[in-house]
């Protein structure tokens, strides 16, 4: 269980992975993570650093630790801090994914957080006018996950 995560705990390994690729191949590198702990930024930040320090041109964070579900609200309290800290320190862009079912959430999320950018997964498959061209402020549709923007 959680195979696809499992680079999380082991940091030398997944470092080692993205200063391999960065230097074999001559495009950007981009590595994306969850949260490491549910309420503490800290490791998180430290993980994203040294993906960045081994040559990592982005990052994506998603907003929930190993084992949460989909059922199981994005935890953007953790999420803003990570993404506000990493844009104080480095120069690579930053992106955020977890319960961004609305233009509403993306708004928000990215005016709390600073991101540089958002990922989608199930939000495309519940919401596609996400897509629909235009001003993303234009349209304040109500939160699926009302709970994250507070």
């Known amino acids: 269980k959680f195979k696809n995560s499992a680079l999380l705990s082991d940091p030398k390994r997944a470092c080692d992975i993205i200063s391999t690729l960065s230097r074999n191949i001559p495009k950007p590198i981009s590595a994306k993570i969850r949260l490491l702990d549910d309420t503490d930024p800290r490791p998180t930040i430290e993980f994203a650093k040294s993906l960045i320090a081994s040559g990592a041109t982005a990052i994506a964070v998603h907003g929930r630790i190993v084992g949460d579900e989909s059922h199981i609200p994005a935890r953007w309290e953790t999420l803003v801090e ?3 800290q990493l844009k104080q320190s480095e120069s690579v862009p930053v ?7 609305t233009r509403a959430d993306i708004n928000e999320l990215k ?3 600073g991101c540089d950018g958002i990922m989608l997964a199930r939000p495309a498959l519940y919401n596609v006018s996400l897509f629909r061209r235009g001003d993303v402020r234009n349209n304040g549709n109500n939160s699926k996950n009302g ?3 507070q």
């Open 95 to 101: 992106i955020v994914n977890g319960d961004l079912y």
């Open 147 to 149: 709970a994250n923007n």
């Open 111 to 113: 005016r709390r957080s």
């Open 82 to 84: 990570v993404v506000r």
